[in-house]
């Protein structure tokens, strides 16, 4: 096995943490009665939604894309499974990003817990710039090698223009930020916000 980069080693610590931190927590929070009974469905259906919409597409380029195997070193590959690296990166993507923004939502806004019951747009405005904000940083700075111009990313369906219409919409340090890479989270926001206030509103009934 080659030796890691630095940049490869920072790769793998944030994508085994940020997967497997929630994944423990989350479950411990729950049975320790810390955070409210819905929380822990709402991550792991989180799960599946992320899974589903565009990780796993991503992961094996099913529809005209690159499967990460071959957009990646081949150290990445030893370290980070091909078949392991979509279930970490949806670990992440429910838990530490969609779960954790929610949090920082809640706490910015005063943990004013009306504004998670009803449709508001300060909370939606809140996640789509943290969700889409997150991914660009993601990709400049973790991905910015298996994300390159040249190396196609899947359909998928939360990324319907697929590689046919993905225009470029800046570059910066010789990294670039495409239009197909934004759309998972860009219609995920949506998605996310909809399926809490659903979710908590479920959640009131039942216990009623």
Known sequence: MDAL?????RLVIVVYSSSIVPLFIIPILHARNLIPKWVLPFYIRLFFICAIGWEIWFNYGFVAGDSVGVR???ILNEL???????????????????CGGLLLAWLFLGRKNDRFKAWHWSVFGLLLVGFIGQNILVEMYLYHDQLSVDKPLSWAPLA?????????????DGRSIM???????LIMTPLVYLELIRTIKSSSSERL
């Open 5 to 9: 980069t630095f940049e490869q080693l």
């Open 72 to 74: 990646r070193a081949e």
């Open 80 to 98: 980070i499974p091909v078949h392991l690296n979509w279930v970490l990166n949806s670990l992440a993507d429910a838990g530490a990003i969609c």
């Open 160 to 172: 319907p223009t697929g590689p046919w219409f993905n225009p470029l919409l800046w570059e910066y």
């Open 179 to 185: 239009f197909q890479r934004q759309l998972p989270w």
